[in-house]
């Protein structure tokens, strides 16, 4: 293929991929593409499978079957799944970060940034001792690779941060310093794994413009995120899972409205999406959910995705006990800042123990979780909300006038009142 057709077509193509651990579908025969120079969203529920999806993109996992196919903007092709996996960054030009931040936490910010670009100095040196002592190649690369350090380290917001350890970063700079390391590795396509999770209003929005700046330089972007405010404000397009499978795909507008987005991803019950469709005048969609299940977007269902232990069966699996060091003063600030949102935010649930949110219909586990991060445990902190909190959820949630048709607050009042808890 040529540069020129290349630069037409998509940079990330994935055909009827599938991945299972033991008797667990994880992934489901996956199709979809991602084009080039834009944001394309994978979203859907905890445990949908957006994260093995990327782990079979950046080759940390083999998957069953299918084919991932990425085209560099010169025209060379390359088939993730069969590319060695440290090949796939330094050839097929992906990076990615994790869903866990790891960072080098002793290391500096710029030294993160300078280890990132490792590979490309080493190649400089022609791996000898004379190469790195010498002239020539190394000393230009390496000061190249201390200019770019720089360029991401502003493009990022850090720079007055460079000398400081990396652990020593409030979280959501070092967010954004995952991304600019990943930056300094030159991607074509770049993935992240929910950059916004813990992130304030104030942090989220600072993300959006680094994502919107890195799409203007040409990388493309391909995005698992949970906060729909990000999802939507940013995406061009958005690919929808559910257990695997593929439940809607297109622009942010169309699958906010898919109903089979609304009832799997928005957290509403089957039985409610009719109300919720008749609420947003979309009846129409309604007719539709009430025929069959559309095989066309997965596989038929399977006793298998649901059954069977859940093993570990591949090689590579990421480390969940890194540690993220959070500076504390300025975490506490950070709090504050972004408990100022809801005014009756609580710092955790009261005796430990949070009231299961999820009764209120409306309110889903993703949700449900988005309320923990803000702070929302209990029914009667939902009972107790003013008109400028519904206004602060309703925009952290990204749900229009959401709340008051669903009326929460009265909801919340009926099971505070159950549990004692108000009148
Ligand atoms: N190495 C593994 N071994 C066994 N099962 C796994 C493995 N990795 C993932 N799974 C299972 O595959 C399913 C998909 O998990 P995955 O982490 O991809 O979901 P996710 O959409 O990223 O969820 P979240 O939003 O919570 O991050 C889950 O049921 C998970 O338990
Ligand atoms: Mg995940």
Not at 12 to 39: C, N, P, Q, T
Not at 117 to 137: C, D, E, R
Not at 233 to 258: M, N, Q, T, W
């Amino acid at each position: 293929m040529n540069a020129q057709t290349a630069m037409t077509g998509p940079i990330l193509k994935v055909e009827h991929l599938s991945m299972k651990f033991g008797g667990l579908v994880a992934i489901g025969d996956l199709s979809f593409e991602a084009r080039r120079g834009e944001i394309t969203a994978l979203i859907g529920p905890n445990g949908a499978g957006k994260t093995t999806v990327f782990n079979c993109i950046t080759g940390f996992y083999k998957p069953s079957e299918g084919m991932i196919t990425l085209t560099t903007s010169a025209g060379n092709q390359y088939l993730l799944e069969r590319l060695p996996d440290f090949q796939i960054p330094a050839k097929a030009r992906v990076a990615r970060t994790f869903q866990n931040i790891r960072l080098f936490s002793g290391m500096t910010v710029l030294e993160n940034l300078l280890v990132a670009q490792h590979n490309k100095l080493m190649v400089a040196s022609g791996y000898t001792i004379l190469g790195l002592l010498g002239l020539g190649n190394y000393r230009k690369a390496s000061g190249e690779s201390v200019e770019l350090a720089k360029y991401w380290l502003e493009r990022a917001d850090l720079i007055d941060r460079a000398d400081d350890p990396a652990g020593d970063l409030p979280y959501g700079a070092q967010r954004r310093l995952e991304i600019a390391r990943a930056m300094c590795t030159g991607p074509e396509l770049l993935c992240l794994d929910e950059p916004a999770a813990g992130l304030n209003p104030r942090e989220s929005l600072a993300l959006n413009d680094l994502l919107n700046g890195i799409k203007a330089t040409g990388t493309s972007i391909l995005l698992i995120e949970h906060d729909m405010s990000v999802v939507m404000k940013i995406s061009d397009h958005v690919v929808v899972l559910e257990y695997g499978r593929k439940i809607s795909d297109g622009d942010p507008a169309s699958v906010k409205s898919d109903p089979r987005v609304i009832a799997a991803y928005l957290g509403v019950d089957d039985s409610e999406v009719d109300d919720v469709l008749s609420d947003t005048g979309n009846e129409q969609v309604a007719e539709e959910l009430n025929g069959e299940p559309d095989r066309a977007h997965g596989p038929a269902d399977s006793a298998s995705m649901l059954a069977g232990p859940i093993v570990d069966t591949v090689g590579h699996s990421e480390d969940e006990d890194e540690v993220v060091k959070v500076d504390p003063g300025a975490s506490k600030a950070e709090q504050y800042e972004h408990r100022l949102a809801i005014s009756n935010a609580l710092a955790a649930p009261k005796g430990g123990k949070p009231d299961k949110l999820t009764l209120i219909k409306g309110i889903g586990p993703v949700n449900e979780r988005k309320l923990h991060e803000h702070g929302i445990f209990h029914f009667e902190q939902i009972a107790g909300w003013t008109e400028a909190d519904v206004k602060a959820a309703e925009a952290y949630l990204d749900f229009d006038g959401r709340i008051a048709r669903e009326d929460w607050i009265g909801q919340a009042k009926a099971f505070a009142a159950k549990s004692g808890g108000v009148e």
